[in-house]
């Protein structure tokens, strides 16, 4: 395993991430009982067999969210951490949604509505602190002064040590950690957006202004939700079944099977599995990036990318056929919300 220095915190994490908004439980689909937002997540027994792989081969960073699941993927990963680990030697994010509007029907503040939420974390993880936490995307209807408020009084609390960002436009991320270091409020040192191979909008401004600042990139959806990783005719129950991950990519399925192509034919020439080929390419330009697991094999098929050294040939050929795509998943559902 190789590890990486997370921006400008004292975190050294793993640069493969556990993702782990497969864990929690599913949805019944009996049309009746939802336990949880998606059908295909894993039960808490075969939930702490990926965790515990993943601690022995190496993985310290582990990526979840209090949405996930309803909660229950924050709880399977405290209660697997805390049999399986030694807190200090792990590294936990978590983020948080923004407020509904139950909470701001309520008066709820932005400041009292984190602490709240890191509170809820917490009990979940069953853990003192939380090493990263971070905002789940950008609420356009609770001033960030507020949001700023709240997560710093937690850091001062000791309840979180570091806050990350997640699907939010460069501006915003610039604006908001302006007005931090303006305060003298914990900066966001981290990034969690969505990018691949088949999406790589954020090439244009975010990307470049993480690096710039040293503000660490950790994408999500790493594999394209499996369709970087499996060959025509390979199908998993995810992409049979989840909805929104089938939103972000089927409208550009077309322009996107020539590049799936391509990782086809490096994977072959390399004699590696396609998702070698696809984080190789990756962990040439983030520092950690999220990679879901619902069997061993795919920890161990994501650990082996780190072995592959493309050329700058292979990256030109795996960049070269990319088009500008449409804004989709998280950040057009915050952009229709706007309208």
Known sequence: MEYIQLGKSDLYVSRICLGCMGFGNASQNDGKTVAGRHSWTLDEEAS?????????????????????????????????LNDFAKREEIVVATKFMPRTKIEKEAGLSGKDFVLKRINES???????????????????????????????EAHRLGKIRYIGMSNCYAYQLAKINTYAKSKGYPQFISMQNHYNLLYREDEREINRYCQEENIALTPYSSLASGRL??????????????????????????????????????ADQYNVEMTQISLAWLLTKVSAPIIGATKLYHIDEAIKALDVKLTQDDIDYLEELYVPHKLNGTMLMIKQKQS
């Open 48 to 80: 702490r067999k990926i965790i515990k792989h993943a601690l022995d081969v190496g993985i310290n960073f582990f990526d979840t969210a209090a949405i996930y699941q309803e909660g229950s993927s924050e709880q399977f990963i405290g209660r697997a």
């Open 122 to 152: 917490l009990e979940n993880l069953q853990m003192d602190y939380i090493d990263l936490y971070i905002m789940h995307m950008w609420d356009e209807e609770t001033p960030f002064e507020e949001i700023m408020e709240g997560l710093n």
């Open 229 to 266: 990783s499996k060959r025509p005719g390979e199908i998993s129950k995810r992409l049979k079944e989840d909805q929104f991950a089938k939103s972000k990519y089927d409208d550009t399925k077309d322009i996107d099977q020539d590049i799936i192509n391509r990782v086809i034919h490096l």
